[in-house]
């Protein structure tokens, strides 16, 4: 008898380990911002912003000189220069938005840049989570950056540090967080 419960209960807890799931969690603002690359990009994503925001302000201003100079000058003007004027300006604005949606809309030069530059550390970052994921076998990597709500998390189970040492970054703690050197 007593080896039967004996054997019942090494088979439980064997077929309680096999199901079992392992989870860790890393946080991929903070693996990005250690990434110089990343920076790098950000830093130029926000230049060629700025310039074409100035682009597109410098537009609107033209037209506000356009309208102001309309209204000051509108007791003066025939039935046909007022609509000439007031075509011109619509004219402006119509290009106006439409530059504004070329360089920022959804499909925008500002989307595809960040597309070009961004995207391929993205991908790198996710294909070293994956391989983490992989050499560890764990289950389920949460990204704790993103509107995933944790509650409680084991630092034990932060992966960060060890996908930024696969994507070939050293990694020297310094409190908190660490220190990442390229090897």
Known sequence: MR??????????????LAFSQK????????ILAQVPEYKAAQTDLDKVSVQWQKEIEAKYAEIDKMYKAYQAEQILLTEDM???REGDIVSKEKEAKELQKIRFGVDGELFKKRQELVKPIQDKVYASVKAIADKGTYSIIFDKSSDLTMLY???????????????GYKVGNTGAKATVIKK
Not at 3 to 16: P, Q, R, V
Request: aromatic share 12%.
């Open 3 to 16: 080896k039967s419960i004996f054997i019942i209960c090494i088979f439980l807890t064997i077929n309680t």
């Open 23 to 30: 989870f860790a969690f890393v946080d991929t603002e903070y």
């Open 82 to 84: 007022k609509k000439k």
């Open 153 to 167: 998390a084991n630092s034990k189970l932060d992966k960060s540090d060890a996908v930024l040492e696969h994507m």
